[in-house]
């Protein structure tokens, strides 16, 4: 089973999926595969650049992350024009390790914060929405990333709302509490449910 994991910005997708990672589940992350994209020496990046302007480059050539987000979460143009360089990039990969995984796994995710906007979302046999109240997103980003409240506004505005991923989702996981202890609950009750309809255990943590 393929499971796609998504949420709004901050929601807590990646704890998730660190918890199920811990768990021998193996997860597939958009970001991280968009990160990979656009190291310096990449060729998606000389294109970025050519769109964009040499202003996103640090003294070093590297990327300079927090520009390019500040410009694609304040210009819906510039969003568009990144998601169509970077999105074919990100949908090839993601389906090369999908291949790869799913001759040895019977469960497994894919994370991804567009899911639901995407093609991807129909590859998935069952959607599981990270729940989430924009304040508590507005404060967990806030404070992981260092940005202004109204930076945090604008990419909770850029992505789908809460109810319309609600909408989607096969499966909800609440994180509006800040206790683990209940997210690993969670965690672990969808991967009891998950494991019983595939009708195989799922790997052991080593
Ligand atoms: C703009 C970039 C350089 C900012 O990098 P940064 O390290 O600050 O953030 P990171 O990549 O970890 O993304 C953090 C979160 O921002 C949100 N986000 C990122 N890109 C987008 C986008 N194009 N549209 C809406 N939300 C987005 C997601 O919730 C994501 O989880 C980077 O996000 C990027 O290259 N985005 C385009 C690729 C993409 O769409 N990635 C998300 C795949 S689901
Ligand atoms: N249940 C929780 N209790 C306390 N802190 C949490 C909890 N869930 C998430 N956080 C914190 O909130 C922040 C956002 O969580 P996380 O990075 O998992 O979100 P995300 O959905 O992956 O975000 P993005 O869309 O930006 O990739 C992180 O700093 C994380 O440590």
Redesign the pocket.
């Known amino acids: 089973m393929l499971i796609g994991l998504t949420?709004?910005?901050?929601?807590?997708?990646?704890?998730?999926?660190a918890l199920l990672r811990a768990r021998g589940v193996p997860v597939i992350d958009a970001?991280e595969i968009g990160r990979a994209a656009l190291t310096a020496g990449s060729p998606l990046l000389p294109e970025v650049v050519e769109a964009f302007g040499s202003h996103i480059l640090d003294d070093q050539g590297q990327l300079d992350r927090r520009k390019l987000r500040a410009e694609i979460f304040s210009s819906p143009t510039r969003r568009e024009q990144l998601n169509r360089l970077v999105h074919p990039y990100i949908a090839r990969q993601r389906d090369l390790e999908i291949d790869r995984l799913r001759a040895n796994h019977s469960v497994l995710f894919y994370d991804a914060?567009l899911l639901l906007e995407s093609e991807a979302r129909t590859l998935m046999d069952a959607i599981v929405v990270?729940a989430c109240e924009p304040e508590v997103q507005i404060r967990?980003?806030m404070?992981?990333d260092g940005i202004s409240r109204q930076q945090a506004v604008d990419a909770i505005n850029a992505q789908m709302s809460l109810e319309g991923r609600l909408a989607c989702a096969d499966y909800v996981i609440d994180?509006n509490?800040?206790?683990?202890a209940?997210?690993e609950k969670q965690v672990d009750e969808l991967l009891a449910l998950l494991t019983q309809q595939a009708g195989r255990h799922t790997p052991q943590e080593k």
Request: charged share 30%.
């Open positions: 949420g709004g910005i901050g929601s807590g997708k990646s704890t998730v999926s970001d914060a990270v967990r980003v404070e992981r994180n509490r800040d206790d683990m209940h997210l």
